[in-house]
């Protein structure tokens, strides 16, 4: 892992997770334990209104404090009930946390390579509905990042189990002085929840 965000992930304090939050990522961690235990393929899918910003935070940290932690059967997606693009400030925070991140594609929904471990298969970001070819059919963790897509998707279509775990938008902060602040600030704060998940998981 890329020592930048190494050492990032060693500095987040799990001990800041209230236990409210803690109460609401339970059923993630007992999915992905259970997964686990049973040497069975571990996949979440990160649902968001747009798939323009927390789903993709949360796909990218999962994915890398999987990775942590040493739980190598993990495969994270994201998706949206809606396709828009990755938004730039997104992507922007995770470079300057130490990501490597470049774009494959041109247009109106750019695709990006992320890398975090220079022998780790990059993850692939853009922005795509959650039922998109890209992302699995079935078997997998439904985890719904904003409120809106948890209201909106009653029913996910090979979800085997729905988990929301929503997030406030930094899109509110969008083309203010507050707006790195803020997106650095909801990065963070998926990032120590997701490692709370995965330290979980590793002690079970």
């Known amino acids: ?7 990032y992930i060693e500095n987040l304090k799990t001990d800041s997770i209230s236990e409210d939050r803690k109460a609401i990522l339970q059923p993630l961690i007992d999915f992905v334990s259970l997964k686990s235990k049973q040497k ?28 942590y932690f040493n739980i190598f059967n993990v ?8 396709a828009t693009a990755l938004f730039p400030k997104a992507a922007e925070t995770l470079s300057k946390t130490g990501f490597d991140i470049k774009t494959i594609a041109e247009g109106n929904n750019p695709i990006y390579s992320i890398k975090y471990n220079d022998n780790a298969h990059p993850i692939i970001a853009f922005s795509k509905t959650y039922d998109d070819a890209f992302n ?4 997998f963790a439904a985890i719904l990042t904003c409120s809106s897509a948890d209201k909106g998707c009653p029913f996910i279509a090979g979800a085997e189990k729905r988990i929301p775990i929503t997030y406030e938008d930094p899109k509110a902060f969008d083309n203010t002085e507050l707006q790195d602040e803020k997106y650095l600030e909801r990065s963070t704060q998926i990032a120590t929840e997701m490692k709370y998940v995965f330290q979980q998981v590793s002690t079970q």
């Open 1 to 7: 892992m890329f020592k930048d965000i190494n050492l």
């Open 40 to 67: 069975q393929p571990i996949d979440l899918n990160f649902i968001c209104t747009h798939n323009s910003r927390r789903s993709h935070l949360s796909q990218v940290w999962a994915q890398v404090l999987s990775n």
């Open 75 to 82: 495969t994270c997606y994201s998706g949206g009930t809606e």
């Open 136 to 139: 699995p059919k079935s078997n």
